[in-house]
């Protein structure tokens, strides 16, 4: 398989080949076919390589069942009052754990 970002000859022909196509197809604007240098060689990249997008990719998150993804506890740790007893909530936990350590224990086991 060629690499479909290395320039060739062979790979500058078919960019302005299918320039030219694109360009006449669009009933030949002022622009010329250079005007469509940058869409062909998008077009001939994916005709050289159709499979590219189809490479699956491992998700950077856990994702549950349902494949929606899992946020770590510890995300919310940022999230709590400012300070202060304002009221009865702010003397409540607000994530279930107090440290990443505690949470990656309570998880493990």
Same mark, same amino acid.
């Given at each position: 398989?060629? *690499?479909p970002l290395e320039d060739s000859p062979q790979r500058a022909a078919r960019i302005l080949a299918k320039?030219?196509?694109l360009w006449a197809a669009d009933s030949k604007p002022a622009c010329g076919p250079?005007?469509?240098r940058e869409a062909a060689t998008d077009l001939?990249?994916?005709e050289s390589n159709p499979d590219a997008g189809q490479k699956p990719v491992q998700s950077p998150v856990r994702l549950a069942a349902n494949g929606q993804p899992i946020e770590?506890?510890?995300l919310e740790e940022n999230?709590? *009052?400012s300070g202060g007893d304002? *009221?009865?909530l702010d003397n409540k936990r607000e994530v279930?754990?107090?440290t990443r350590k505690e949470e990656s224990e309570d998880l493990e086991g």
């Open positions: 398989m060629d *690499n320039a030219r196509e250079e005007g469509y001939v990249g994916m770590e506890a510890w999230l709590g *009052n304002m *009221n009865e279930p754990f107090a």
